[in-house]
């Protein structure tokens, strides 16, 4: 059964029966000049009635089967997946779990400036910044734009991917004893600190694909000074 629309608000989670949990995928993009940034995307996610904690690794494999081979199909070679972390958050002393791998994108041209990106959104249908979401993926290959769009042929992968998200909104994922469901946690109403932690969110209802290509800021290299 999946999650209600709808928010939620400070729910205390159940360290012994978790709630919620956070999945982040890490990959890294080569620059020019050899040197490499990490790019982060955050998936977090609620059960419906819990029952003792189960595995997270099993929780990133079911992640990891269902978003990456779109994802991959969506960068160039200059982006490696590097890893899946993933950690319960009801209690925040708890320890996250990592999974390596090394997963090159599998689109062999050439890419945009590593600060570009493209972006999905994540709707709640409720209107608050609390309830609305976003994540970005970079390493775009030339031939997916036309000027400052997706054109037709970065439509297709990239509404692949679109979809792959979407899809965990009705079938979720498991971690062997649970099912998961993506949500939006609200940052400024939730206490991530406290043991057990106090979250505020709403259940995603949607994704949307942006098809304008966006920007990372603070992934642009810095211009070097001659001396």
Same mark, same amino acid.
């Given at each position: 059964?999946?999650?209600?629309?709808?928010?939620?608000?400070?729910?205390?989670?159940?360290?012994?029966?978790?709630?919620?949990?956070?999945?982040?995928?890490?990959?890294?993009?080569?620059?020019?000049?050899?040197?490499?940034? !990490?790019? $982060? %995307?955050?998936?977090?996610? /609620?059960?419906?009635?819990?029952? #003792?904690?189960? *595995?997270?690794?099993?929780? =990133?494999?079911?992640?990891?089967?269902?978003?990456?081979?779109?994802?991959?199909?969506?960068?160039?070679?200059?982006?490696?997946?590097?890893?899946?972390?993933?950690?319960?958050?009801?209690?925040?002393?708890?320890?996250?779990?990592?999974?390596?791998?090394?997963?090159?994108?599998?689109?062999?041209?050439?890419?945009? !400036?590593? $600060? %570009?990106?493209?972006?999905? /959104?994540?709707?709640?249908?409720? #209107?608050?910044? *609390?309830?609305?979401?976003? =994540?970005?993926?970079?390493?775009?290959?030339?031939?997916?734009?036309?000027?400052?769009?997706?054109?037709?042929?970065?439509?297709?992968?990239?509404?692949?991917?679109?979809?792959?998200?979407?899809?965990?909104?009705?079938?979720?994922?498991?971690?062997?004893?649970?099912?998961?469901?993506?949500?939006?946690?609200?940052?400024?109403?939730? %206490?991530?600190?406290?043991?057990?932690?106090?979250?505020?969110? #709403?259940?995603?209802?949607?994704?949307?694909?942006?098809?304008?290509?966006?920007?990372?800021?603070?992934?642009?290299?810095?211009?070097?000074?001659?001396?």
């Amino acid at each position: 059964m999946a999650l209600s629309p709808g928010a939620f608000i400070r729910v205390a989670g159940t360290p012994a029966t978790p709630q919620f949990a956070r999945i982040v995928i890490r990959g890294i993009t080569t620059e020019s000049n050899a040197t490499s940034k !990490p790019c $982060f %995307n955050i998936i977090d996610f /609620r059960c419906v009635g819990p029952g #003792a904690g189960g *595995s997270l690794l099993t929780l =990133m494999n079911a992640f990891q089967a269902s978003i990456e081979t779109q994802l991959l199909a969506c960068v160039t070679a200059d982006y490696t997946l590097d890893s899946y972390l993933a950690k319960y958050l009801d209690n925040p002393l708890s320890l996250p779990e990592v999974k390596s791998v090394a997963n090159p994108g599998t689109v062999s041209t050439d890419r945009g !400036p590593s $600060f %570009n990106s493209v972006v999905v /959104r994540k709707k709640s249908g409720i #209107a608050s910044r *609390s309830y609305r979401g976003s =994540m970005h993926f970079g390493a775009v290959p030339e031939t997916f734009t036309t000027k400052d769009e997706l054109n037709s042929t970065g439509l297709t992968p990239y509404n692949s991917l679109t979809a792959a998200f979407s899809n965990l909104i009705s079938s979720g994922i498991g971690d062997g004893v649970n099912t998961f469901f993506p949500i939006i946690i609200s940052s400024v109403q939730s %206490n991530l600190l406290s043991n057990p932690a106090i979250i505020s969110g #709403a259940a995603v209802t949607s994704y949307f694909l942006n098809t304008k290509i966006g920007t990372m800021k603070r992934r642009k290299e810095k211009t070097p000074i001659a001396l």
